[in-house]
């Protein structure tokens, strides 16, 4: 039984109520093409997105954005910068902090309007305080519209890549969309993910039947794999990487891309070997030009104070899964775009 407890008012009238002011709309519709030339190929930039596991609070949040901002000043003829502002967090077992959109406060209960209205505000002051537009993960296919005016990158976790929902919006996206390969590492059911997302689709979805064209920014990211055992397997090496590369050249699909995840799976969640994972990638990418050709970026977990906490009580360190401390994170991008 469902307990109605208030009306959510539609994205239309979200966004209408609280838009992304006039001013910044060229910033998104550049900052849109930077990253969307990166995955096509058109740009020979590495795409970089970085930032806390979870947003869960707003003022660390813009004071990190701001230091990337300042950041992409001195990289941005090699790197395009992307925030990494994920507002919504998927649980393994379905308990415990969902995220900025469901619980704008972590110590209180769950209140989905105001969380709404609170990512909107975070994204558009994120945008006013370093010109930098951000990405986020789409947990619920059909909330997507209500950020999706804000975004300049979304992203299809591992325990949703397999799902139809997430494959059919994907399609409908107008910014590039990553597609995390499921838990179980497999490459194919990625690969699928991907040309699903590519291709057009007609579906249900908020009470309409739609029609989508594909997206052909639709791309694949590595974030390693879990076994039956619980077992966390990488696959950021070059044999996983030229796999993948192989499934592409043999579906015929646009834009061949991978993003490498540097933490998760790949790092066993232990947040330092990103560094190494990331500086591996990049001497392969020296090493071999069809590994070049299609590995292009990372994801980076990262806030001002490394590693996590239990409670929200230090300000800029991570309430989920652990995270790189600014000076690394800093020391780490620098060191990416002098191999770019």
Known sequence: MFEKQIKIPSHIEIIENKPLPESLKKIKAERDKLVADVITGASNKLLIIVGPCSAHEAKPVLEYVERLGKLNLKVGEKLVLVPRLYTNKPRTRGVGYKGMFSQPDPSKSEDILKGIYAIRDLNINAIEASGLTAADEMLYPENIHYVEDLLSYIAVGARSSENQMHRLVASGIDVPVGVKNPMSGSVLVLLNSVYAA?????????????????????????????????????????????????????SGMKNPAIIIDANHSNSGKKFKQQIRICEEVMQNRSYDSDFKRIVKGFMIESFIEEGNQCEDKIFGKSITDPCLGWEDTERLILDIAEKV
């Open 198 to 250: 590519q291709s057009g689709q007609v579906f249900k979805l908020n009470g309409w039947q739609v029609k989508t064209h594909g997206n052909p920014l639709a791309h694949s990211i590595l974030r390693g794999a879990v076994d039956g055992y619980g077992n966390d397997i990488p696959n950021f090496h070059y044999e996983t990487v030229m796999q993948v590369a192989e499934g592409y050249a043999k």
